[in-house]
């Protein structure tokens, strides 16, 4: 980028940032959404890395204090623009994936969130690894909200939960989430995906919650 489109650039952020002002929720200076030194501090010092069965996943964060607020403040505050920012600053952290695509999980069906966080981040990753998003699968029916759901049952959350189309087959899919808690709803996903004639390389998280 050239000094002068990198001048104009940041005229347009000061504009912007007078019409709607945005601080940090991290260090609360003006900047986009969340700046990205905060995010990249949010992120372990190397990536936690769990196998559940065959299934490798990937998380750039324990479920600790500061990013647990943030997850709750895009889960159950509306606060969407926080996503984006932490997918993109997610990619810098790993290393980028042989995947044709990111595979968001699907929202659950009736779900209170007009958006999906999964899909939200992914678009974050998109732009930083360049590979596109399939936004294809769905919940095959409705599942009691996450939070409800105990140890037992998630483990038995099986893997026809999702309707995957068949044009899947053959594509190289890493699977994307904001939180892994036992690592059951990534990994019955993937197996929907296998069953399909997908391969699945692996899954990436924002955060990962330790104890399992
Ligand atoms: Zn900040």
Redesign the pocket.
């Known amino acids: 980028m050239n000094l002068f489109t990198k001048h104009a650039e940041n005229l347009v952020k000061i504009f912007l940032h007078f019409l709607w002002p945005v601080n940090?929720?991290?260090?609360?200076?003006p900047?986009e959404i969340?700046?990205p030194?905060?995010a990249r501090l949010l992120f372990a010092e190397k990536i936690i890395n769990k196998k559940v069965e065959n299934l490798e996943i990937f998380s750039a964060s324990f479920y600790h204090t500061s990013i647990n607020k943030l997850i709750s403040d895009f889960k159950y505050s509306g606060f969407r623009a926080l996503c984006r920012p932490l997918g993109r600053a997610m990619a810098e952290f790993f290393i980028k994936p042989k995947a044709d695509y990111l595979l968001p999980v699907p929202l659950h069906l009736k779900s209170e969130r007009n958006y999906n966080q999964a899909l939200e981040i992914s678009k974050g990753l998109s732009d930083v690894w360049n590979i596109e998003i399939f936004d294809g699968v769905e919940w095959s029916r409705e599942m009691p909200r996450r939070a409800g759901l105990n140890f037992s049952e998630r483990m038995n959350l099986s893997s026809n939960a999702f309707l995957v189309p068949k044009n899947i087959h053959g594509l190289n899919i890493a699977i994307i989430d904001d939180v892994c808690t036992t690592g059951m709803t990534l990994l019955r996903l993937s197996q929907a995906c296998r069953y399909k004639g997908a391969n699945v390389i692996g899954a990436y998280t924002l955060a990962s919650v330790s104890e399992y």
Do not use: A, L, T
């Open positions: 940090c929720p991290v260090c609360g200076k900047s969340i700046c030194e905060c």
